[in-house]
Each structure stands twice: as structure tokens, then as C-alpha cells.
């Protein structure tokens, strides 16, 4: 059974600095590209970050400069480090690994809240 959970999300102020962790399991975790997408209230959810299972990265131009994400194949786990954090970047903010034969799998979100 494939799981992916998602923890780090919390309450920041303007400025501040997060990072998320997503833990994964019953996948074959390096195979795989690894997203994070994150969905505001009213919005839709949209693609934060990427990485591959060659290491290649990709942000949206939102937050390019500002957010890094990485990975350990060792444990099974994806990162997103948050920096100069923005009120516009309060969302829930999800994990995703998807591999072009094996299909998708989602975490269940974790909340990131910018405010003063």
C-alpha cells in the first residue's frame, strides 16, 4: 500500500521560513519524479516544485528564488525548504509521485498559513 505524508506545514509570518517533509512508502521512491503542488481557498491547485529521479529541479515563477526542493532516496522522503515566505503562499500544500507506468499517488496535504 502506498502511502505519502506529508508534515512541516504550520503558522509563519511574513518573511519567515518553512520546510515540509513528505515521507513515502510502497513505492519504488527513486523511480519516481516527486511534485509539490499546493491549492489556496477559491483557487486551483497548482504545481510549486518538481524534482526528478535524475535530481533535475523546476519551480513556478512564483516562488523560483525563494523555494528549494530536494530529496533523499535513502529515506524515501521529499523536501520543500520555504523561504522569504509571502501571504500569498498560505495553502494547503500537497506531495505528489508520479511515474509514467505506474501512475500517481497524493499525500493529504498539510496546511502553510503566512500571516502577522
Known amino acids: 500500500q502506498v502511502h505519502l505524508v506529508e508534515s512541516g506545514g504550520g503558522l509563519v509570518q511574513p518573511g519567515g521560513s518553512l520546510r515540509l517533509s513528505c515521507a513515502t512508502s510502497?513505492?519504488?521512491?527513486?523511480?519516481?519524479?516527486m511534485d509539490w503542488y499546493r491549492q489556496a481557498p477559491g483557487k486551483q491547485r497548482e504545481l510549486v516544485a518538481r524534482i526528478t529521479s535524475t535530481d533535475v529541479t523546476d519551480y513556478a515563477a512564483s516562488v523560483r528564488g525563494r523555494f528549494t526542493i530536494s530529496r533523499d532516496n535513502a529515506k524515501n522522503t521529499v523536501y520543500l525548504e520555504m523561504n522569504s515566505l509571502k501571504l500569498d503562499d498560505t495553502a494547503v500544500y500537497y506531495c505528489?509521485?508520479?511515474?509514467?507506468?505506474?501512475?500517481?499517488?497524493w499525500g493529504q496535504g498539510t496546511q502553510v498559513t503566512v500571516s502577522s
Open positions: 505528489n509521485a508520479n511515474h509514467y507506468l505506474r501512475g500517481e499517488h
Open positions: 510502497g513505492i519504488n521512491f527513486p523511480m519516481y519524479i
